[in-house]
């Protein structure tokens, strides 16, 4: 049994989650984080009726893992369950394929129910002296607007839908506000851009209940031919136009939730391998 904790998050706090992984996975692999975004909710983890993932709790983030790509049964349980025969998820078959970039997150839908999404990350190519910026919505909110400099640079993005952007280099001092107002609701805070990286922020929790968190999450190795020089401190550009509007996608499924074991079978499979040696 292995327990994964990479960092917690406080309410409002901004905490860089997980360590930089390369982009690059082998070609017959897929990668794979899971943040926990769900408020006062621990859970438990069964992986073929065996207790992989013990209290699973809100701001852990799992991973990145290199898993093969398979079919894994899980079971997703509250926290106190003696075993998987009342599953809250599942049990259910899922297919993880080969060469993908994921973070699948726990979270609360906009009206404050857990849910789960998973998220494909855009790993492509970053042009030389940029960074890739995506904005995930994830908490228990209406619709809220992405701030830089007071004004809107991104505007109406709904629960569980995310924006990207590639810029320069740098730093970005971003708040998030409800739609059409300028009152950060979080933030503002200062988020690093690096050169070749997809950075990713996270909005979760819950705006009734007053525990808003922020959390970034690394990928790396993106780069292009080094033709270009970064250009230091980065600014969002206040406009709506389509060469600078962020790309929305929707979010896929609820059954992501029990996406939440892929992160741990992969240890798993790292100890039983050790102990093998």
Request: glycine share 10%; charged share 15%; net charge negative.
């Amino acid at each position: 049994m292995n327990k994964i904790l990479i960092a917690g998050l406080g309410a409002g706090a901004l905490v860089a989650l997980g360590a930089v992984a390369p982009a690059n996975a082998a070609e017959d692999a897929a990668m794979l984080s899971v943040l926990h975004g769900v408020p006062d909710l621990t859970v438990d983890v069964y992986v073929d009726d065996e207790l992989t993932l013990d209290d699973f709790a809100p701001g852990d983030l799992a991973g990145p893992l290199e898993l093969p790509a398979g079919t894994y049964s899980v079971a997703i349980t509250a926290s106190d369950a003696a075993d998987a025969s009342d599953p809250a998820i599942g049990p259910v078959d899922l297919t993880l394929e080969a060469g993908g970039n994921y973070t699948a997150v726990a979270h609360l839908d906009v009206e404050g129910n857990p849910t789960a999404t998973l998220f494909t990350n855009d790993v492509s190519e970053i042009p030389a002296g940029q960074g890739r910026l995506t904005v995930r919505h994830v908490a228990a909110a209406p619709a809220v607007d992405v701030l830089a400099g007071g004004e809107a640079v991104v505007s109406g993005l709904e629960n569980p839908r995310e924006a990207t952007l590639d810029l320069p280099a740098g730093t970005v001092s971003a708040s998030i506000a409800a739609a059409g107002t300028t009152e950060p609701v979080l933030g503002p805070a200062d988020v690093e851009v690096a050169e070749g990286t997809l950075t990713i922020a996270y909005a979760w929790g819950s705006l009734d209940d007053g525990n808003l968190a922020l959390a970034v999450q690394t990928v790396a190795g993106m780069h292009s031919s080094p033709d270009g020089v970064p250009a230091g401190s980065a600014g969002l550009v206040a406009t709506n136009s389509p060469e600078q509007q962020m790309r929305l996608w929707a979010a896929i499924g609820f059954g992501a939730l029990a996406m939440l074991a892929l992160a741990v079978v992969g240890v798993r499979r790292i100890a039983t391998a050790k102990a093998e040696r």
